[in-house]
């Protein structure tokens, strides 16, 4: 069976650093906000080029916090994109906003800059550009309409930790960056977790009030705070994968440019790179018109794969109250028919790869 995420070989190599790392935590007994989870923020701050990394509960929060710490509340409209995952969209509705939501763009699949600008209106107060599947968007024209219409950009890196826009580390580009450290994101802990940065000193500030129940000094509570810390046993464990993470996503590189040497040539939509982006491949994603067909191929020869995302934000029931109906972002509902994740972590073998693309060849000579 080849998995979509395959943690074995990762987890055998890091095994005794990890237990000491946990064994230290147990040790030391400063479960909540321990030294681990302000030498992470520092390390990770570090790694993305930004001033400030605060660790919260999961990358959901990271984004709910962010769009508190810029004072975002009912009546504000939030602008992003109708193909990401849910948790981009859900934390604007927590504050009250609304989601306004943009097609995506049929070469990338995130985003599609070209169409922010005709909906910002007198009550837009941020952007939330989605790095999909650790493919960097491209952040300087969505730069300039923020200066122009005073907006704030807030990153959703939850996907692409370590991914490069024209050289800079996504997330320290907007005024915020989010993280999620869900175990099968690029760096992932043994559970929930994530992260804020920012070079902002009062983002850094707010969000570490609002994740520690609004708590400046002991029980004075300045704000309606959340309790979403990133736990210490998480930071621990996240502090011991992170010297690793680039050569995890060079590897992730590697892997891709495989997918893309042997697969060229088929009737599939292969993952393409800007030429102002280096991506940091979370995800490696096909396109093809039989994807349910190519889906049911490769279950029945052990191949695990994944839909990110079957369906559109606009079109998951529980975001009918904001009113939007099918035809209303064509590009994101043909891709979600189309879309096809191959397995893909660092540790995948040539082997492997080499079985997941036979079988794709198989699939294309039978049809
Ligand atoms: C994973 C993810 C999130 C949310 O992260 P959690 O840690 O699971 O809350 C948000 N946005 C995108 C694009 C993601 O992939």
Partial sequence: MIRLVDFTKQNRLLNKKLIRAIEKVIDNQKYILGPEVEMFER??????????????????????????????????????VANTFISTVLPILHVGARPILVD?????LSMDISLIEKKI????????????????????PLLRLAKIFNLSIIED????????????????????????????????????????????KYIADSVGLLRNVGQKEKNIHSVI???????????????????????WIKQRRAIA???????SGLPLVLPSEPDYALASYHLYVIRTKHRDRLKEYLQKHDIARGIHFPIPIHLQPCMRILGYKKGDFPVSEKVSSEVLSLPLYPEMTKREQD???????????GN
Wanted: charge should be positive; aromatic fraction near 10%.
């Fill in 355 to 365: 079985t997941v693309i036979l079988h794709i060849k198989k699939f294309f000579k």
């Fill in 257 to 263: 440019s495989y997918y893309t040497t042997n697969l």
């Fill in 104 to 108: 995506a763009d049929p070469n990338t």
């Fill in 157 to 200: 890196a939850c996907q692409a930790h370590g991914a490069k826009y024209k050289g800079r580390t996504v997330g320290s580009i907007g005024d915020i960056g989010c993280f999620s450290f869900y175990p099968s994101k690029n760096l992932g802990a043994f559970g929930d977790a994530g992260a804020v940065i920012t070079n902002k």
């Fill in 225 to 247: 705070g959340y309790n979403s810390k990133l736990d210490t046993i998480q930071a621990a464990i996240l502090l011991t994968k992170l010297p690793y993470l680039s050569r």
């Fill in 121 to 140: 209106t007198a009550r837009t107060k941020v952007i939330i550009p989605v790095h999909l599947f650790g493919l960097p968007v491209d952040m300087d």
């Fill in 43 to 80: 390390e990770f701050a570090k790694y993305c080029g930004a001033k400030y990394t605060v660790g919260v509960g999961s990358g959901s929060d990271a984004l709910l916090l962010s769009l508190r710490a810029l004072g975002i509340k009912s009546g504000a409209e939030i602008i992003t």
